[in-house]
């Protein structure tokens, strides 16, 4: 089950850098790509080998209710099981104390994501 913790108040300001602690991966966030209902969608770009993937990026602002955390915690476990030619890849979920990121492969064209 994903858990996502909102242990402390989240300010607004998105990091240059993201740091997924636990991967051990760093993100440059480029290019924004679009807004949704909930994330701010951005290029980021692994800082190990330059593959630019699309992160979308929730703050943990707008998940105080529990069933905002729930859904944001539902979409996660439902899109990383999913592995299919007309889905938009999921490559890795990670968070820090304001915001939680989606890493998904990146379309290039601007057709339906999710
Ligand atoms: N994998 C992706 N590659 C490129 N751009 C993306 C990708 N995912 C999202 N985007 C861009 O970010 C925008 C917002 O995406 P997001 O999935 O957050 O919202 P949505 O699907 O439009 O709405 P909702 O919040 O209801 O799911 C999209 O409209 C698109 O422009």
Redesign the pocket.
Known sequence: MTSINLSEPAPDVIPDILCDAAAKKRYQRGRF?????????Y?LTDLDNGQV??G?I?SKQLLVKPHQKDKMAQ?ISIHRSLKHDHV??FHSFFEDNNFVYIV?????R?V???
Do not use: Q
Not at 33 to 41: R, V, Y
Not at 104 to 108: A, F, G, N, P
């Open positions: 790509l679009g807004k949704g209902g909930f994330a701010k969608c290029e993937f699309a979308k929730v979409e938009v890849g998904l492969e990146l379309c290039k601007r339906s994501f999710s």
